[in-house]
């Protein structure tokens, strides 16, 4: 059984409810919460999120990587009873996310998500997990090869955000604008051409998330 199916079971019992009644105040199904409670399915990050969010825990806790449900609130139990030193300098709170693999910055390449280990993330950043760049389209934008990007997962972004997007089976990074009749991904590199998808061919594009943030080992 997994940790994430023993601490949804746990804080269901925590609050008295039924299987039926979590499946009502979350809009699942009554099997499908007892699927996540006998370990046979696991939810997606979206899905996390949001039983975190009804249970007000953080992520970690309900993957079972750490005993504290909610560690703001933790955090500001202490601080309210103790002060720092005064030679002692607060170092900001971090969380971890996933880095699922790489994605291109050209060319597009074959997506990969074999999840290689989890990286630090400040609790001020949304994330949902990370992807390390490889290429160069995106160095106007200060992302270059071997760069980290956070990527928040959303099927949509504003016009010009810039995204990872799936076009079939192959993963990139760029520039989203959206028009009715089209899509186009432009790099931040002016050796790169702009990519369109028209008509059908708009259904093999898909958003997987807006970029956030990133770290880069350029200075």
């Known amino acids: 059984m997994s940790k994430f199916s023993d601490?949804?079971?746990?804080?269901?019992?925590?609050?008295?409810?039924?299987?039926?009644?979590?499946?009502n105040q979350l809009g699942y199904t009554k099997s499908r919460v007892n699927m996540y409670e006998r370990g046979e399915r696991e939810p997606s990050y979206e899905v996390l999120e949001e039983i975190a969010d009804y249970f007000n825990v953080d992520l970690d806790y309900l993957h079972g990587k750490s005993d504290i449900p909610n560690r703001n609130e933790w955090l500001k139990a202490i601080n309210a009873s103790?002060?720092?030193p005064d030679n002692i300098i607060p170092m900001p709170s971090?969380?971890?996310?996933?880095l699922v693999g790489d994605i291109a910055c050209g060319t597009p390449i074959l997506a990969e998500e074999n999840r290689e280990g989890d990286v630090d993330l400040p609790e001020h950043i949304h994330?949902?997990?990370?992807?390390?760049?490889?290429?160069?389209s995106m160095i106007n934008a200060r992302i270059y090869d071997g760069d980290i990007v956070y990527i928040r997962q959303q099927d949509t972004v504003e016009h010009g955000e810039i995204a990872a997007v799936l076009i079939g089976t192959e993963a990139t990074l760029k520039r989203v604008f959206l028009f009715d009749d089209h899509i186009?991904?432009?790099a931040e590199n002016p050796q790169y051409?702009?990519?369109?998808?028209?008509?059908?061919?708009?259904?093999?594009?898909?958003?997987?998330?807006?970029a956030v943030a990133f770290t880069s080992t350029v200075r």
């Open 94 to 98: 971090k969380s971890s996310i996933p």
């Open 184 to 186: 186009t991904l432009e």
């Open 127 to 136: 994330a949902d997990f990370a992807l390390r760049c490889k290429g160069d």
């Open 7 to 23: 601490r949804f079971k746990q804080l269901r019992k925590q609050r008295n409810l039924s299987q039926q009644d979590l499946a």
């Open 82 to 84: 103790a002060s720092a």
């Open 193 to 210: 051409r702009p990519l369109s998808y028209w008509g059908d061919e708009m259904n093999d594009v898909r958003i997987l998330g807006k």
